[in-house]
């Protein structure tokens, strides 16, 4: 669960910078300098999933770890507790992460489009 | 961290070796490529080194995968060869030590990739407007 903070930080710059980036290539103000910052969002998105994959790997090696330990009864439930923390940093990281991917993408299509026809 | 990290080294097994080695030349890559890609002229080569530093993230990340299928290959071959009422036990921290690998390529691709996918903007800007192309001579 510590991968959440990173995630959210990461994900609001993304966001941020991808939202700034596409609204002004849709206003047509400063073409060029805006499609290139738009890749710096997509690099934000990218940078969010990794650290999405790396709380569920570290989660689940950690886990399994763990309950290798304990006595079998135990073991079932808490490596399915396990697991369901690591999917959420997981889909945490993948879902913001692929937001702000797709956005500085759009901005980053857009861009050169308009930047080549303009 | 550095304990749990050379904990995290020592489960790895061999591939280890392979992408701390890639780690460290993408490390120095992202160094270079970031200061080339800013302070030199080359506005082609520049985009080039970009897409470099991209492909060199993704190696490592494959190279990860690829420890994690070869430390799940040798825990597969082991268990043939262990007491049954062991099986479970092994299985489980067999796969959590193969893990180990992925965890450290997650960790070292990110400075490469990120910082190349980036730079790619970087390199699209610099790079001059395309000129407007001689339209054909006309035939009579």
């Given at each position: 669960?510590m991968?959440?903070?990173?995630?959210?930080?990461?994900?609001?710059?993304g966001l941020g910078l991808?939202?700034?980036?596409?609204a002004f290539?849709?206003g047509?103000?400063?073409?060029?300098?805006f499609?290139?910052l738009?890749?710096?969002a997509?690099?934000?998105g990218?940078?969010?999933?990794?650290?999405?994959?790396?709380?569920?790997?570290?989660?689940?090696r950690?886990?399994?770890?763990?309950?290798?330990?304990?006595?079998?009864?135990?073991?079932v439930?808490?490596l399915?507790e396990?697991?369901?923390?690591?999917t959420?940093?997981?889909?945490?990281?993948?879902g913001?992460?692929g937001l702000?991917?797709?956005?500085?993408a759009?901005?980053f299509?857009?861009?050169i489009?308009?930047?080549?026809?303009? | 961290m550095?304990?749990?990290?050379?904990?995290?080294?020592?489960?790895?097994?061999?591939?280890?070796?392979?992408?701390?080695?890639?780690?460290?030349?993408?490390?120095?890559?992202?160094?270079?490529a970031?200061?080339?890609?800013?302070?030199?002229?080359?506005?082609?080569v520049?985009?080039?080194?970009?897409v470099g530093?991209?492909?060199?993230?993704?190696?490592?990340?494959?190279?990860g995968?690829l420890g994690q299928?070869?430390?799940?290959?040798?825990?597969?071959?082991?268990?043939?060869?262990?007491?049954?009422?062991?099986?479970a036990?092994?299985?489980?921290?067999g796969?959590?030590?193969?893990?180990?690998?992925v965890i450290l390529?997650?960790?070292?691709?990110?400075p490469?990739?990120?910082?190349?996918?980036?730079?790619?903007?970087?390199?699209?800007l610099?790079l001059?407007?395309?000129?407007?192309?001689?339209s054909?001579?006309?035939?009579d």
């Amino acid at each position: 669960m510590m991968v959440v903070f990173p995630i959210a930080l990461l994900g609001l710059l993304g966001l941020g910078l991808g939202g700034v980036s596409l609204a002004f290539i849709l206003g047509g103000s400063r073409l060029r300098a805006f499609t290139a910052l738009s890749t710096v969002a997509l690099a934000a998105g990218v940078w969010t999933a990794l650290v999405g994959g790396v709380g569920y790997q570290a989660g689940l090696r950690a886990s399994q770890s763990a309950v290798a330990q304990m006595d079998p009864g135990q073991r079932v439930r808490l490596l399915a507790e396990g697991e369901h923390e690591s999917t959420v940093a997981l889909g945490f990281g993948l879902g913001v992460g692929g937001l702000c991917a797709a956005l500085g993408a759009a901005a980053f299509a857009l861009g050169i489009s308009r930047a080549t026809h303009a | 961290m550095l304990e749990s990290l050379a904990r995290l080294f020592e489960e790895g097994g061999p591939p280890m070796y392979f992408l701390l080695a890639l780690g460290a030349l993408g490390l120095a890559a992202t160094v270079g490529a970031g200061l080339f890609a800013l302070l030199w002229k080359a506005r082609r080569v520049a985009l080039g080194v970009a897409v470099g530093l991209v492909a060199l993230g993704l190696l490592i990340l494959a190279v990860g995968f690829l420890g994690q299928a070869w430390g799940l290959r040798q825990m597969n071959a082991a268990l043939a060869q262990v007491n049954p009422e062991d099986v479970a036990i092994i299985q489980m921290v067999g796969s959590a030590e193969a893990r180990a690998p992925v965890i450290l390529a997650l960790l070292l691709c990110q400075p490469p990739l990120v910082t190349g996918i980036a730079l790619v903007g970087l390199g699209w800007l610099r790079l001059k407007a395309p000129a407007a192309e001689p339209s054909p001579p006309a035939f009579d």
